[in-house]
């Protein structure tokens, strides 16, 4: 019943900038975790943003601080990472995710998140 659907994928030349957008259907916000991975081929998935819908509180990758911001539209449920100065190792699938509500805020793993959309490709040359 819950489907995230990424969009805003594409190609870029480096330092250039995107802006991924995740809309939720049948999906319930309060006190949840909204949040971004990306999986390069033969490399494991990784976290590269949050964001906490009980405060704001926000963790990024060490790789992306400063180039990326990941941000909250409660109202349409969606959530959106914009990024900027990319890098071409930041080439991979992208993917947003999210928890189920009802979380505390304190304590956040990489591990909460359980619904994930399809995946939206970003490729970044040189």
């Known amino acids: 019943q819950v489907q995230l659907v990424e969009s805003g994928g594409g190609s870029v030349q480096a330092g250039g900038s995107l802006r991924l957008s995740c809309a939720a259907s049948?999906?319930?916000?309060?006190?949840?975790?909204m949040g971004w991975f990306r999986q390069a081929p033969g490399k494991e998935r990784e976290g590269v943003a949050s964001i906490f819908n009980g405060g704001g509180v926000t963790s990024y990758a060490d790789s992306v601080k400063g180039r990326f911001t990941i941000s909250q539209d409660n109202a349409k449920k969606t959530w959106y990472l914009q990024m900027n100065n990319l890098k071409p190792e930041d080439t991979a699938m992208y993917y947003c995710a999210a928890s189920r509500p009802g979380y505390s805020g304190i304590g956040f793993a990489w591990n909460v998140f359980e619904y994930w959309g399809q995946g939206t490709q970003v490729t970044v040359s040189s």
């Open positions: 049948g999906y319930t916000f309060g006190r949840n975790y």
